[in-house]
């Protein structure tokens, strides 16, 4: 609501739901899964999906929109690999710190992520979603 000063209502109105109908999924925190795209849409926020993807062990990275890399892009992740690197045989040689390692590793697999996706929207036409236009 914050980010992009919308109320209640105008969410609501957004995800084509009634007002008192958004207030019962918010405060019994139960909203039908296929109201969860349109409720991040209209705020702007993937909160859920990340939740969502986070209980399932599962890594999210934000789809790329396919464009040619940069020589910093290259240089910024090979920066990365060897900093990660770092730590991790830091980790497993003196058992430093495990949670700044797998943040550190999460990151980098979300790096690692966008290119395979930007490399493949690269080679790929985007497809319309929700029968909109192609970003």
């Known amino acids: 609501m914050k980010k992009h000063n919308r109320g209640a209502k105008r969410i609501a109105d957004l995800m ?11 405060g019994e925190a139960r909203m039908p899964i296929n109201m969860v795209a349109p409720f991040e849409a209209a705020c702007g926020v993937t909160y859920v999906t990340e939740y969502l993807c986070a209980q399932a062990h599962l890594l999210a990275v934000e789809m790329p929109s396919g464009r040619k890399l940069t020589q910093t ?3 910024q992740l090979q920066k990365h690999f060897s900093e990660t690197t770092s730590m991790l ?13 797998t943040a550190a590793l999460t ?5 690692i992520g966008w290119h395979r996706a930007n490399v493949e929207r690269c080679t790929q036409p985007d497809l319309p979603l929700f029968g909109g236009e192609a970003e």
Do not use: C, P, Q
């Not at 084509?16 to 918010?26: F, I, P, V």
């Open 16 to 26: 084509g739901a009634k007002l008192d109908t958004l207030y019962k999924w918010l």
């Open 73 to 75: 892009d290259v240089m």
């Open 89 to 101: 045989i830091d980790f497993n040689a003196h058992g430093t710190d495990g949670e700044e390692t």
């Open 107 to 111: 990151v980098l697999m979300g790096e």
